[in-house]
């Protein structure tokens, strides 16, 4: 028995499959362990993704703070660390 595509299940984790897709998926999955377990984590992720507060995402850094990045990497050819030996 060939298993589901992946866009598949994310599909059905989503929620977003059409009714003829998701009827055989469903009757899929019902029949596959393999199949069945990756549903569950993949709706398990999409669950946890949805339940996140804006609070709770990453704030992308300062404009100073990248520019500051990218000069010193454009100053540096090498490493400022040599390991020994070299």
Not at 45 to 72: C, F, H, K, M, N
Request: hydrophobic residues 35%; glycine residues 4%.
């Amino acid at each position: 028995m060939a298993h589901l595509e992946s866009a598949r299940l994310v599909e059905l984790a989503l929620g977003s499959a059409t009714l003829p897709e998701e009827t055989h998926a469903h009757q899929h999955v019902s029949t596959c362990r393999s199949c069945r377990e990756q549903l569950e984590r993949m709706t398990r992720v999409v669950a946890l993704a949805r339940s996140v507060d804006a609070a709770d995402l990453p704030v992308a850094p300062l404009g100073r703070v990248w520019q500051r990045i990218t000069q010193e990497l454009s100053q540096t050819t090498e490493p400022r660390h040599r390991p020994p030996g070299e």
